[in-house]
């Protein structure tokens, strides 16, 4: 079984802070990395999409991507309370299909 | 330009009732996928469709009927409802197909089931 492994949370920071969310991931053949954020009883919302190795801004956002290690993590620099929502790590499966194996989620809590 | 559509937003069923979810998009997508997501565990895939005319089982699949009507519409069918069903149903669509650039999801609202 393929798996996408985030810590749950929930992560407190304090406004203004650099809030760092990481996620692991098990398939290797995986290419194609996505964090999603979801605001209670809403849907998933694209944020970052990230496909090579290193790192990729987006304003506050920021990608990052280390393939040897199966590693996925996204920073949102100057944290607002307007972030705070659950973030979610997804890998596109190998294998074509372009279905996408998400991750629990890490809830984020930022504080004023 | 409103993306992906789902209904109802919410249902409460009895144990053993049948009912259909409905998804809908306007982005000439040609990928659609049927999610549930459940506290802690997650979005798991129950059922997806690579392209209109295809269907295929996802990760939890048991319980579970789609329908790929067409390029745009893609259904969720219960045929009898359990409460280890209650969850939030999540639509989504993609538009990539083959080995083409993959984007990503766009998500429908979700549907909110309960089944008591």
């Known amino acids: 079984q393929k798996e996408v492994e985030q810590n749950s949370g929930p992560l407190s920071v304090p406004e203004g802070a650099i809030a760092s969310l990481n996620c692991t991931y098990s398939?290797?053949?995986?290419?194609?990395f996505f964090w999603y954020r979801q605001y209670s009883g809403k849907s998933p919302e694209l944020i970052m999409s990230?496909?090579?190795?290193g790192d990729k801004e987006d304003g506050r956002f920021t990608a990052q991507l280390n393939k040897a290690s199966q590693y996925v993590s996204l920073l949102i620099r100057d944290s607002q309370p307007s972030d705070s929502a659950t973030y979610l790590c997804?890998?596109?499966?190998?294998?074509?299909?372009?279905?996408?194996?998400f991750g629990a989620g890490t809830r984020l809590a930022v504080h004023p | 330009n409103a993306g992906v559509t789902q209904t109802p937003k919410f249902q409460v069923l009895k144990t053993g009732q049948s009912m259909t979810l409905q998804c809908a998009q306007d982005?000439?997508?040609?990928?659609m996928y049927w999610y549930r997501q459940d506290p802690g565990m997650g979005l798991r895939l129950i059922y997806y469709?690579?392209?209109?005319?295809?269907?295929d089982k996802g990760e939890v699949p048991n319980g579970y009927n789609v329908s790929r009507l067409n390029k745009r519409e893609f259904s969720l069918r219960l045929e009898s409802a359990a409460p280890s069903q209650t969850s939030v149903y999540f639509c989504?669509?993609?538009?990539?197909?083959?080995?083409?650039?993959?984007?990503?999801?766009?998500f429908g609202s979700g549907t909110r089931l309960t089944v008591v």
């Open positions: 989504a669509s993609s538009g990539a197909s083959g080995t083409s650039i993959f984007y990503g999801y766009t």
């Open positions: 398939d290797r053949g995986s290419q194609s």
């Open positions: 990230i496909y090579s190795n």
């Open positions: 997804a890998a596109r499966a190998a294998g074509g299909y372009n279905k996408l194996i």
């Open positions: 982005m000439n997508h040609n990928s």
């Open positions: 469709s690579a392209s209109e005319g295809t269907t």
